[in-house]
Every structure is written in C-alpha cells, then in structure tokens.
C-alpha cells in the first residue's frame, strides 16, 4: 500500500521561506519521477514542480526561480524548498508520483503565506 506523507507546512510571512518533506513507501520510489501539486483555496489541484529519477526539474511558471524540488533517493523522501513566498502560494501541498496516482494522494500540508 503506497503511503505519502506530507509535512512542514505552516504560516509564513509574504517573502519568507519554508521546506516541505513528503515521505513515501509502499511504492519503488527510485522508479517513478515524483512531483508536488497544489490546491489553493476554492480551486482545482494544480501542478508545482516534478523531478525525475535521473535528476530532471520541471517547474511550473508561477514557482519557477523561487522553489527547488529535491529528492533523497535513500530516505524515499522529496522535498519543496520554497523562497520568496507570496500570499498567492497559499494552498494545501501534495506529493505524488508525476504524473500523478489520484488513488495515492496523501493528507497534504498547509501552507499559508499572510501578514
């Protein structure tokens, strides 16, 4: 049973930073390229960012220059590092394999960006 564990999220600052952790198992993780969505309040999930297992990055145009996606093949674990935060980022974070398993999605993580 694949299990994805999102963490990390919270209340920040417009400009400030957060790191989000998603740990996976159940699933051969070095296998899949895995990504980050989003859902921000009101609206559809929407693609973040994606790495492959051989370290390609695709980003989408609203993140890009400001958040890096990582992956520690050895902890089954992927990571959003986002900078420069803006109240537009305000969502629930999700991991999953990219393209996505809808049968995989975990409980996500908040991520409010307010003053």
């Known amino acids: 049973q694949v299990q994805l564990v999102e963490s990390g999220g919270g209340l920040v600052q417009p400009g400030g930073s957060l790191r989000l952790s998603c740990a996976a198992s159940g699933l051969s993780f070095k296998a899949f390229a895995m990504g980050w969505f989003r859902q921000p309040p009101g609206k559809e999930r929407e693609f973040v960012a994606a790495r492959g297992w051989n370290s390609d990055t695709i980003y989408s145009n609203s993140v890009k220059g400001r958040f890096t996606i990582s992956r520690d093949n050895t902890k089954n674990t992927v990571y959003l590092q986002m900078n420069s935060l803006k109240p537009e980022d305000t969502a629930v974070y999700y991991c999953?394999?990219?393209?996505?398993?809808?049968?995989?999605w975990g409980q996500g993580t908040q991520v409010t960006v307010s003053s």
């Open positions: 999953n394999k990219s393209p996505p398993n809808y049968d995989w």
